[in-house]
């Protein structure tokens, strides 16, 4: 009797362990997914809706969506172009109008950075 009893003992604290790691690994996942979920909604607020969707894709596991979005990333000819045309653009134009709505001494400065860039580029 004493075996079954030790037995069901050591079940009993494998369980407990089990479904503690298992609890702790979803609460971690979980804390992931709502961190992705609040930068995708970011990417998306500011026009970067390539990247909104890439990570859109990551959050719910779409596998396939995902690998079709890095292929054509990837397969681009011009890497540089759809890089700044899918990211760099929209991230810089939504800085600049939260910039100048939220913080107008630094887009001043901004402002002084890009007309002494300009007076350059047409010397």
Aim: glycine content about 8%.
């Amino acid at each position: 009797m004493v075996p079954y009893l030790i037995a069901a003992g050591v079940g009993l604290v494998l369980g407990v362990i089990t479904i503690a790691v298992i609890h702790k690994m979803n609460t971690k996942v979980n804390t992931v997914q709502r961190s992705l979920n609040k930068l995708e909604n970011k990417f998306h607020e500011c026009g970067a809706n390539w990247v909104g969707n890439l990570l859109e894709d990551l959050v719910v596991g779409d596998v396939a969506a995902v690998h079709y979005k890095l292929k054509q990333f990837i397969e681009q000819d011009d890497i540089t172009g759809f890089f700044l045309n899918e990211l760099g653009m929209p991230i810089t134009l939504y800085s600049i109008r939260e910039t100048a709505t939220y913080y107008p001494e630094l887009f001043a400065k901004i402002q002084a950075a890009m007309d002494a860039a300009v007076g350059k580029v047409k010397k």
